[in-house]
């Protein structure tokens, strides 16, 4: 790629009008606008801004698409990118400079960064090449989840130099509200420290469906916990109101999206229908109730479409959540009165091709319509931005035709510019090295995160007839598995063959099925909870030649009924590192996490059980709540 790098003063055009206000000229003319003005009221600054704005500036604000960073400066040129490479040039082929300058784009959804340096260099460049626009309207940029483990180029992008906490499941299971508000406290700190004002989480659906592949990200299957732990979440993030010091939160999935029909998930063509069998919809959007009342800048609606959906004796057209105007107007805005910015999940109009792979754009129910069908759809729904596209240009077209009024334009990006406006950006977008570098994986920011990981860890079953295996004694010889034998060095003899050890160590992830058909399936962990049989041969082996304590990465429920009967102790996680997790099983921390979904007992119980109710398997295996406190 080819990067451009601009100075980080010259663009700033820092001033002072006549009444002594310092200002900074974003329409470049000497004198201080009202949208300029940093002591106007925010609705002032934002209609005397809109009534300057073209149709085409207006209508660049409605889109939020994929930006690749560079390292000092903006990419304006991409070279042609490595098969084996996973980046934001996968998704994005259009330079920086057009996405600013030709479609007016001010919204962008960053994903890799490599250090706290190269972020900020890069962000104060796309900062100072914003203000060079025609009225200066600085960037927001945006990112999914970073402070834990899992990657997952559509959902999550762990980074280094930020502390590292639990996955949003591993928070659930510490059913610790307090906790959740400083996660997201420091998560906000570290973000703005290198740019980033607008978080496109959290994730709030409730995993009432057990093959659910998104559920690391959510709080659980308990919607009174899920609704307590967003609002801790967006008093953590966003403050009493939006501020300076912010960031926006994106709340999503509404209205709901843990109920998809058989598990499956809705990126893909088989996974988009939505079914109610339990007749439960409304318990799905109690935490969105409690975001709007906690004042979430952003909603998010889901991909799925409701398969026999019936609201107020209406049914619902089985069209996406973001074509669907009953759900985005009718319910959302009118019936529960939410007012924030709605922006659609990502590549509903145009879908994305890599080399070898396609993904189809995820356009349920419009499948065949062609892009500026599907644009004034979503637009007529009630949605104000346009997830993973940059195609203003049908916006203005649809205008300019008549078919969508510029009354309508202005509603959605006043929501957007008034966001902004309230994060303080038009008035001072830039970063200080020294700053981020001394907030971003600051000391404390780390330790409470790592306290979190031991914390979360959930012991699910631990030897039998009152004989506890956990915690562990010193001076054991340990075999291990899927553990740094490096870091188990610090805490026990490493044994190389099971028969030469005392004990076993096994961490494993839940099982899923392989699927290739499309791109991103592999990041997404979907089909089957019981281990393949290889995976269950293995296990078992290991627990018969040496008493094991297998720990199982549930970033969604795993079938562990012969697992149990077989290991001498179980524990699950939710994202804890080696060192984490072996300070617990040694004694030297305690494991307080409790299940926040329950494991069923086999796959027949989930097959027959309700996509929409929680709690809903027979006999599950370990109820929601389940887990054990060892005393170290």
Same mark, same amino acid.
């Given at each position: 790629?080819?990067?451009?790098?601009?100075?980080?003063?010259?663009?700033?055009?820092?001033?002072?009008?006549?009444?002594?206000?310092?200002?900074?000229?974003?329409?470049?003319?000497?004198?201080?606008?009202?949208?300029?003005?940093?002591?106007?009221?925010?609705?002032?600054?934002?209609?005397?801004?809109?009534?300057?704005?073209?149709?085409?500036?207006?209508?660049?604000?409605?889109?939020?698409?994929?930006?690749?960073?560079?390292?000092?400066?903006?990419?304006?040129?991409?070279?042609?990118?490595?098969?084996?490479?996973?980046?934001?040039?996968?998704?994005?082929?259009?330079?920086?400079?057009?996405?600013?300058?030709?479609?007016?784009?001010?919204?962008?959804?960053?994903?890799?960064?490599?250090?706290?340096?190269?972020?900020?260099?890069?962000?104060?460049?796309?900062?100072?090449?914003?203000?060079?626009?025609?009225?200066?309207?600085?960037?927001?940029?945006?990112?999914?989840?970073?402070?834990?483990?899992?990657?997952?180029?559509?959902?999550?992008?762990?980074?280094?130099?930020?502390?590292?906490?639990?996955?949003?499941?591993?928070?659930?299971?510490?059913?610790?509200?307090?906790?959740?508000?400083?996660?997201?406290?420091?998560?906000?700190?570290?973000?703005?420290?290198?740019?980033?004002?607008?978080?496109?989480?959290?994730?709030?659906?409730?995993?009432?469906?057990?093959?659910?592949?998104?559920?690391?990200?959510?709080?659980?299957?308990?919607?009174?916990?899920?609704?307590?732990?967003?609002?801790?979440?967006?008093?953590?993030?966003?403050?009493?109101?939006?501020?300076?010091?912010?960031?926006?939160?994106?709340?999503?999935?509404?209205?709901?999206?843990?109920?998809?029909?058989?598990?499956?998930?809705?990126?893909?063509?088989?996974?988009?229908?939505?079914?109610?069998?339990?007749?439960?919809?409304?318990?799905?959007?109690?935490?969105?109730?409690?975001?709007?009342?906690?004042?979430?800048?952003?909603?998010?609606?889901?991909?799925?479409?409701?398969?026999?959906?019936?609201?107020?004796?209406?049914?619902?057209?089985?069209?996406?959540?973001?074509?669907?105007?009953?759900?985005?107007? *009718? +319910?959302?805005?009118?019936?529960? /009165?939410? $007012?924030?910015? %709605?922006?659609? =999940?990502? @590549?509903? #109009?145009?879908?994305?091709?890599?080399?070898?792979?396609?993904?189809?754009?995820?356009?349920?129910?419009?499948?065949?319509?062609?892009?500026?069908?599907?644009?004034?759809?979503?637009?007529?729904?009630?949605?104000?931005?346009?997830?993973?596209?940059?195609?203003?240009?049908?916006?203005?077209?649809?205008?300019?035709?008549?078919?969508?009024?510029?009354?309508?334009?202005?509603?959605?990006?006043?929501?957007?510019?008034?966001?902004?406006?309230?994060?303080?950006?038009?008035?001072?977008?830039?970063?200080?090295?020294?700053?981020?570098?001394?907030?971003?994986?600051?000391?404390?920011?780390?330790?409470?995160?790592?306290?979190?990981?031991?914390?979360?860890?959930?012991?699910?079953?631990?030897?039998?007839?009152?004989?506890?295996?956990?915690?562990?004694?010193? *001076? +054991?010889?340990?075999?291990?598995? /899927?553990? $740094?034998?490096? %870091?188990?060095? =610090?805490? @026990?003899? #490493?044994?190389?063959?099971?028969?030469?050890?005392?004990?076993?160590?096994?961490?494993?992830?839940?099982?899923?099925?392989?699927?290739?058909?499309?791109?991103?399936?592999?990041?997404?962990?979907?089909?089957?909870?019981?281990?393949?049989?290889?995976?269950?041969?293995?296990?078992?082996?290991?627990?018969?030649?040496?008493?094991?304590?297998?720990?199982?990465?549930?970033?969604?429920?795993?079938?562990?009924?012969?697992?149990?009967?077989?290991?001498?102790?179980?524990?699950?996680?939710?994202?804890?590192?080696?060192?984490?997790?072996?300070?617990?099983?040694?004694?030297?921390?305690?494991?307080?996490?409790?299940?926040?979904?329950?494991?069923?007992?086999?796959?027949?119980?989930?097959?027959?059980?309700?996509?929409?109710?929680?709690?809903?398997?027979?006999?599950? +295996?370990?109820?929601?709540?389940? /887990?054990?406190?060892?005393?170290?």
């Amino acid at each position: 790629m080819s990067v451009t790098s601009f100075p980080t003063t010259a663009a700033r055009s820092v001033r002072t009008a006549p009444d002594g206000t310092r200002f900074r000229d974003l329409d470049h003319d000497g004198i201080m606008a009202v949208y300029e003005n940093p002591t106007a009221r925010i609705d002032d600054r934002v209609d005397d801004l809109l009534s300057r704005m073209t149709l085409a500036e207006k209508a660049g604000q409605m889109f939020q698409s994929v930006i690749e960073s560079g390292r000092g400066g903006v990419v304006v040129e991409h070279d042609t990118p490595d098969d084996d490479v996973v980046g934001a040039e996968r998704y994005n082929k259009t330079a920086t400079s057009d996405l600013l300058g030709e479609k007016h784009m001010t919204h962008f959804n960053v994903l890799e960064l490599e250090s706290v340096e190269q972020a900020v260099a890069w962000s104060n460049a796309l900062q100072d090449a914003a203000s060079r626009t025609r009225l200066g309207i600085p960037v927001t940029l945006s990112t999914d989840p970073r402070h834990a483990f899992v990657r997952n180029v559509g959902a999550s992008l762990p980074s280094a130099f930020f502390s590292k906490w639990p996955e949003p499941l591993g928070l659930a299971a510490l059913r610790d509200v307090d906790t959740v508000r400083e996660f997201a406290d420091i998560a906000r700190a570290e973000y703005a420290s290198v740019g980033i004002r607008a978080a496109l989480h959290p994730t709030v659906d409730l995993t009432t469906e057990p093959r659910w592949a998104r559920q690391i990200h959510t709080f659980g299957e308990d919607a009174e916990l899920a609704s307590a732990y967003v609002r801790a979440y967006l008093d953590g993030f966003q403050g009493a109101e939006l501020g300076a010091t912010s960031v926006a939160c994106t709340t999503k999935h509404f209205p709901g999206g843990g109920l998809q029909k058989n598990g499956e998930d809705a990126h893909f063509p088989y996974g988009r229908e939505q079914v109610y069998p339990g007749d439960n919809f409304d318990y799905h959007l109690e935490p969105f109730r409690a975001a709007i009342a906690a004042g979430t800048a952003g909603i998010m609606p889901y991909y799925g479409l409701p398969e026999g959906l019936v609201l107020d004796g209406e049914p619902v057209e089985e069209v996406g959540f973001g074509f669907n105007k009953q759900i985005l107007t *009718g +319910l959302l805005r009118e019936k529960l /009165g939410y $007012d924030g910015v %709605i922006c659609t =999940d990502w @590549a509903l #109009v145009h879908g994305y091709t890599t080399p070898g792979r396609e993904l189809p754009p995820k356009a349920w129910g419009m499948e065949h319509a062609d892009a500026r069908t599907r644009v004034k759809k979503i637009l007529d729904a009630g949605a104000d931005q346009l997830g993973g596209e940059k195609c203003p240009e049908i916006v203005v077209d649809l205008v300019e035709s008549g078919e969508i009024t510029e009354q309508r334009i202005d509603e959605s990006v006043r929501r957007l510019l008034r966001v902004k406006f309230a994060l303080g950006l038009f008035d001072d977008p830039f970063l200080d090295l020294d700053h981020a570098r001394a907030v971003a994986g600051a000391a404390d920011a780390v330790a409470a995160g790592h306290a979190a990981q031991q914390r979360s860890i959930t012991v699910l079953a631990n030897g039998d007839a009152g004989r506890s295996v956990v915690p562990l004694a010193a *001076g +054991l010889r340990v075999y291990a598995e /899927g553990v $740094d034998p490096a %870091i188990l060095a =610090d805490f @026990a003899e #490493v044994a190389d063959d099971p028969r030469d050890a005392d004990i076993a160590i096994l961490r494993v992830k839940a099982p899923s099925e392989v699927r290739q058909t499309f791109y991103f399936e592999t990041f997404f962990h979907q089909g089957s909870l019981e281990f393949s049989p290889d995976e269950a041969a293995h296990i078992d082996a290991l627990c018969r030649a040496v008493p094991t304590v297998v720990d199982v990465f549930l970033d969604r429920p795993a079938i562990l009924t012969d697992v149990v009967a077989a290991a001498a102790a179980v524990t699950g996680s939710f994202g804890s590192g080696d060192r984490a997790y072996l300070e617990v099983l040694f004694g030297r921390a305690r494991a307080e996490g409790r299940l926040p979904f329950e494991l069923p007992s086999s796959m027949a119980a989930v097959e027959r059980s309700r996509e929409d109710v929680p709690f809903d398997t027979e006999a599950p +295996l370990f109820p929601y709540g389940h /887990g054990l406190t060892p005393q170290a």
